[in-house]
């Protein structure tokens, strides 16, 4: 329902980090040259993760793949609109140092909004926050 740039955004950074079962610090520091196409899936190879700070299985790649029966929750989508949006960073880097927060505050409001949505599902809202997005789908429930 929310059209703002913010929303685009935040609906990107936690469609990606969905569907990549991933952190959202790795979601943070995902470079464009990181991103490729392999056949039908838009595949995703990070420099390192909490559980390979070395790097040693970095040509590990993750795969996402397009949702056409549910476009709310399609990564690919969501990627798209995101870049359609926002200029490219001169970084390289697909979002900026400061997604985590600015998700985490974009989340915060969402949730306190549907305050009464959230609770009727048995959760307390104060129990939401960017880590819940590896969690459980209860976050999205409010996206779609």
Not at 12 to 30: D, P, Q
Not at 65 to 76: L, R
Not at 89 to 103: A, C, H, I, N, P
Request: hydrophobic share 40%; net charge positive; with cysteine.
């Amino acid at each position: 329902e929310d059209g703002s740039k913010t929303a685009v955004f935040a609906h990107a950074f936690l469609t990606l980090t969905w569907n990549l079962v991933c952190r959202s610090k790795n979601t943070v520091y995902i470079h464009r040259n990181h991103i490729a196409w392999a056949t039908d899936s838009m595949s995703i190879q990070f420099a390192h993760m909490k559980t390979d700070m070395e790097g040693s299985h970095s040509a590990q790649k993750r795969h996402v793949y397009a949702n056409p029966h549910c476009v709310p929750i399609c990564a690919v989508t969501a990627v798209a609109k995101y870049l359609a949006v926002f200029e490219a960073k001169t970084s390289g880097m697909l979002f900026d140092k400061g997604s985590y927060g600015r998700f985490g505050q974009y989340l915060g409001k969402l949730v306190k909004s549907n305050k009464t949505a959230v609770e009727q599902l048995g959760v307390n809202i104060e129990d939401i926050g960017v880590h819940s997005i590896r969690k459980g789908g209860y976050i999205c429930l409010l996206l779609v």
